[in-house]
């Protein structure tokens, strides 16, 4: 060895490291070939578990779950909402003027949605037939009684401007009684612009099966300004027309009644004219 020299010492390293990798590399594929077998079938084991899960559906699958939006909107803003949308449906209703009598107030009432009428108490218009009734924003119409319930008391108005009838939109009504607790809405006073707020604590049925009258008692106390106004929820559906009596005994009365009077006024008339109808004859020249 010692006599060999750099550069062959050189080629001796070489041969001895390409010895050393081809007897490395004949041990490693023999142990492979021995247990190849055993290597194969544990992994196909793996495979058909794994399958297996995925069709009878044992595996969990994921799931990506998409947050659910929340409404940005409070129970105090849904309140003022539905207070202001309200508002544009509520009527003050007085007697007609004339060149001699500024006409009386009498009360107030609301626009009621599917009949194009107005809603109120019948005893906000008494005896009288005609009546100047006013939005909140100032535009004024002849209003006509073209319907009373004696059952309930609740009264139905047709508006008209210059002889020609009016079509608005109205008030939505509630399909359903209110729940008992429910919170609810009031627009009333001299001003038809007071709110007041309460809860329902009780829907009264009377004992008549065909048609029993629902009452909807609740925590507001209603004074005689506020007759003939709505009662509402915070969705803005009217649940009722508050009612009070001369005696003072207040209540709400159900907008199944609103929707059953409107029906009935839309009923045809065979044997005289409806307002709309008398208010077209008396506008045909020479009548």
Known sequence: MEDLT??????LNLLVSFVASTATSIVIVSMLTDTT?????????IVEKTIERVVTGTTTPSVTRVPTPVSSLTENDQIVASVQNNLAFMVSISTPKTETNEGEKRGIGFLA????????????????????????????????????????????LELFDDKKLVTLRGAPLALTDPKLGQTV???GGKSAGTVSQGIVSEVVKSQDKENPITRIMNSISLSLSDRGGPMFGIDGKVIGIN????????????????????????????????????????????V
């Open 113 to 156: 949605d599917g009949g194009n009428v107005v809603a109120t108490d019948a005893g906000v218009l008494g005896e009288w037939n005609e009546f100047s009734v006013t939005l909140l924003g100032g535009k004024t119409y002849t209003g006509k009684k073209v319907f009373v319930d004696e059952k309930t008391g609740m009264a139905l």
């Open 243 to 286: 009612m009070v009596s001369s005696e003072g005994k207040d209540f709400s009365l159900s907008s199944s009644h609103i929707q059953s009077a409107i029906n009935e006024y839309k009923k045809p008339k065979t044997d005289k004219p409806t307002a709309s109808q008398a208010a077209a004859i008396e506008a045909l020249p020479g």
């Open 37 to 45: 077998p055993i290597i194969s079938q544990t992994f196909n084991r």
């Open 185 to 187: 809405l009031s627009l």
């Open 6 to 11: 750099k550069q062959q010492m050189v080629l």
